[in-house]
């Protein structure tokens, strides 16, 4: 299975809003309402931002927000801050009983 | 606190077998999933397998699928992944991570341990 389609690189600056884009099938996140979202600084573990395409854990902030449309899945940062300069990744849950995750974003505040 | 420490991690030849755990413990680890999500230097995130609680249900990324096994011992709240036939293309840190909801087959990884190294090389 190819990965999940995420842009490289996404930029903003401080108080802009940006949006990454996850791209799959209908036999991964057109068919599955598990779609997370996992951000990631350098040398450290992936953190939970999002699960199942729109919920926020306890603790993560509410300029994080996701939502879903047809086959492509997407993560929302507002009022974007330097302290959200890291890594992104999507992960689906497929029709095969797998996980699969996509390529990851490395998202840069100007 | 939720804590999960891997270990096993290291440098094996192509070919070779490796065992990692991860030690899990401030929560009730026979009623969690559990997840290795693997991580080649510079490159993203792959799912690897993941277990259901009971250990009853198991899955296997397409990679991995034939060579690695995961198992857990709920007795002792460890989770393992079994290596063999290793390639270079496996060299990697690899996290475990815990299922987000409790008793459920399927659930978001919402706390990682600090990954272990594993390298494949002659």
């Known amino acids: 299975q190819s990965a999940l389609t995420q842009p490289a690189s996404v930029s903003g600056s401080p108080g802009q809003s940006i949006t990454i884009s996850c791209t799959g099938t209908?036999?991964?996140?057109?068919?599955?309402?598990?779609v997370y979202w996992y951000q990631q600084f350098p040398g450290k573990a992936p953190k939970l931002i999002i699960h199942?395409?729109?919920d926020r854990p306890s603790g993560i902030s509410d300029r994080f927000s996701g939502s879903k449309s047809g086959n492509t899945a997407s993560l929302t940062i507002s009022g974007l801050q330097a302290e959200d300069e890291a890594d992104y990744y999507c992960?689906?849950?497929?029709?095969?009983?797998?996980?699969?995750f996509g390529g990851g974003t490395k998202l840069t505040v100007l | 606190e939720v804590q999960m420490l891997e270990s096993g991690g290291g440098l094996v030849p192509p070919g070779g077998s490796l065992r990692l755990s991860c030690a899990a413990s401030?929560?009730?680890?026979?009623?969690?999933?559990m997840t290795w999500v693997r991580q080649a230097p510079g490159k993203g995130l792959e799912w690897v397998s993941s277990?259901?609680?009971?250990?009853?249900?198991?899955a296997y990324g397409d990679s991995v699928r034939g060579r690695f096994t995961i198992s857990r011992d709920n007795s002792k709240s460890t989770l393992y992944l079994q290596m063999s036939s290793l390639r270079p293309e496996d060299t990697a840190v690899y996290y475990c991570?815990?299922?987000?909801?409790?008793?459920?087959?399927?659930?978001?990884?919402?706390?990682w341990g600090q990954g272990t190294p594993v390298t494949v090389s002659s």
């Open positions: 991570a815990k299922g987000r909801d409790s008793r459920a087959i399927r659930s978001a990884w919402d706390y």
């Open positions: 401030g929560f009730t680890f026979d009623t969690y999933s």
């Open positions: 277990i259901s609680y009971t250990g009853d249900y198991i």
């Open positions: 209908r036999s991964d996140v057109g068919y599955s309402q598990s």
């Open positions: 199942d395409v729109t």
């Open positions: 992960v689906s849950y497929t029709v095969s009983n797998t996980m699969l």
